[in-house]
């Protein structure tokens, strides 16, 4: 039912957005690498609260679109993009331009094409916000295809971004059916499922690298090999992202305190991951002491 459906975007929603909080707070605190590595290494968490980013912010969109219809109207999903777009939420450089231009009443769709010299954008931004949609529709994996591809387009037109929409939508999804059959697969199996459902692209042949690399291979060597988001592209984030939620399935915190070992662009993997894992977690997904410190949820999206 749109019921249940809806509970399933509001778990991934809280996935993602704790995660999306969580890697932030390591963010240049302290400044150096090392140090971070240190405040990794001591699990030291952050004092509270731990604000959301963009990646929650865009992903409350989704959300609200998907519960008023049940599936992704892109110009209403461009509205909301633009009526809840809060400059300090450290939004990806073209993004900003794009939403105000919404704002003024300019078509979105001229304003994603137009995106980095008419390539459209192939940054992370379409996959970081994309799990809720995956678990609203994770029985029908050809609806999250299609549907991913909708969320993404309002803003994202370069397929590597269309791409990394699609694998984090259909992991999430997969990781819901897993756990209904009772299933904790291997990360290589776990990639295996996803990758039928993927275009030809630089995060497809990223993703069947992920799948392939051997065993012992640490996260910290995983992440020099496929990038974990310096770059802040679809292709350099989200291959890294499937092998940590491969690797993380059923322990949410498990799975952030991996991913955030990777550095890169921290609240998105760990946004993307989180979002990811809550639907293979056996209940309570999500720790409660960590979800009191996440700066609370708006009431617009409940
Ligand atoms: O993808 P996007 O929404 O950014 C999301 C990321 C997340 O980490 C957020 O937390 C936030 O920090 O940013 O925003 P875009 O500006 O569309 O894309 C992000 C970056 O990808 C851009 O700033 C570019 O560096 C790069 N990029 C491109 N570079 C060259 N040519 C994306 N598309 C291109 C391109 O076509």
């Not at 993602?16 to 240190?38: E, H, K, Q, W």
């Not at 590597?160 to 299933?183: M, P, S, V």
């Not at 996803?194 to 060597?221: G, H």
């Not at 020099?224 to 291959?239: C, E, H, Q, R, W």
Request: with cysteine.
């Amino acid at each position: 039912s749109r019921h249940e459906r809806l509970a399933l975007a509001h778990l991934a929603l809280d996935g993602l957005s704790l995660g999306d909080a969580f890697g932030d707070t390591f963010f240049g605190r302290p400044a150096n690498p090392d140090a971070i590595r240190a405040r990794i290494d001591a699990r030291e968490l952050a004092n509270a609260p731990w604000p959301y980013t963009d990646d929650t912010q865009m992903a409350l969109s989704l959300v609200a679109v998907l519960r008023d219809k049940g599936y992704v109207d892109q110009d209403e999903l461009a509205a909301s993009f633009a009526a809840h777009y809060e400059p300090g939420r450290k939004y990806g450089a073209s993004m900003h331009g794009l939403l105000r231009g919404i704002q003024q009443g300019h078509p979105w769709r001229e304003g994603a094409t137009s995106q980095f010299e008419g390539q459209g954008s192939y940054g992370n931004g379409a996959a970081m916000r994309v799990a809720p949609l995956g678990a609203f529709f994770a029985d029908q994996l050809d609806t999250v295809v299609e549907q991913a591809t909708l969320s993404a387009e309002v803003t994202h037109a370069h397929p590597e971004a269309i791409a990394g929409a699609i694998a984090i939508a259909a992991a999430t999804a997969l990781a819901w059916q897993l756990r209904q059959d009772g299933l904790l697969p291997s990360r290589t199996e776990f990639i295996d499922l996803i990758l039928p459902f993927l275009p030809e692209s630089q995060v497809r042949n990223k993703a069947r690298r992920a799948r392939d690399i051997s065993e012992t291979t640490s996260v910290e060597a995983v992440a020099a090999m496929l990038g974990s988001g310096y770059a802040i592209s679809a292709p350099d984030t989200v291959p890294f992202v499937l092998w940590c939620a491969g690797e993380g399935l059923g322990n949410y915190t498990e799975a952030l305190w991996l991913t955030i070992r990777g550095m890169g662009d921290m609240d998105t993997t760990c946004a993307m991951v989180g979002g990811i894992v809550a639907l293979s977690c056996p209940e309570p997904a999500l720790p409660t002491t960590w979800l009191a410190t996440r700066e609370p949820l708006p009431t617009w999206v409940k």
